[in-house]
């Protein structure tokens, strides 16, 4: 695979929370970078895909409510990543 060096201009406490993340994960933010990259190209793919073959999609499923109680470990995970996904 061949690297390309490039330059972006992006909010300096999104890069610094970004980098934080990055660390924290334990991967290094070029490679972060890329996944994120990866999944957007794929995620327009997917809809492209799906648009050409009906019209559209759609995901209809019913919510699964917890049998018992949701260890705390697993309840900050889901915070955290609601957090992160509804901060954008």
Do not use: C, H
């Amino acid at each position: 695979m061949v690297k390309v060096k490039t330059s972006i201009y992006v909010d300096k406490d999104l890069w610094r929370s970004f980098k934080e993340y990055s660390s924290k994960s334990g991967i290094e933010v070029s490679r972060m970078l890329e996944e994120l990259i990866k999944d957007a190209i794929i995620e327009v793919e997917l809809n492209r895909a799906f648009t050409e073959m009906g019209g559209g999609y759609e995901i209809d499923f019913d919510p699964v409510e917890p049998k018992g109680p949701v260890s705390s470990f697993i309840r900050v995970m889901r915070d955290e990543r609601a957090n992160s996904v509804f901060r954008q």
